[in-house]
């Protein structure tokens, strides 16, 4: 399975942006999909995660009532509507896609917030 993520890009603080990550390949046994950031010099964290379904999601604090996490199954897409963005939301943010036994990555894309 490939994961292509889309959507990244320069933002004022304040701004919005939404990425986009569409799931290519052996897709039927997908269950939670997610973003995760990395920041420089700083670990991988979770941004938010969704189930199987669409109808549980989980957000870290950093983010809660500023990012919103939604899958459209029938496109094998997710995506995360970034909005209020601050200055510390700068970071490459990866698509992940679990299924039974697997995790699967995208490579990345470039999310930088100026002040």
């Known amino acids: 399975m490939q994961l292509v993520e889309s959507g990244g890009g320069l933002v004022q603080a304040g701004g919005s942006l939404r990425l986009s990550c569409a799931a290519s390949?052996?897709?039927?046994?997908?269950?939670?999909m997610g973003w995760y950031r990395q920041a420089p010099g700083k670990q991988r964290e979770l941004v938010a995660v969704i189930g199987g379904d669409g109808g549980t999601t989980s957000y870290a604090d950093s983010v809660k009532g500023r990012f919103t996490i939604s899958r459209d199954n029938a496109k094998k897409t997710i995506y995360l509507q970034m909005s209020s963005l601050k200055p510390e939301d700068t970071a490459v943010y990866y698509c992940?896609?679990?299924?039974?036994?697997?995790?699967?990555w995208g490579q990345g894309t470039q999310v930088t917030v100026s002040s």
């Open positions: 992940n896609a679990n299924t039974i036994g697997f995790s699967y």
């Open positions: 390949g052996s897709t039927f046994r997908i269950n939670t």
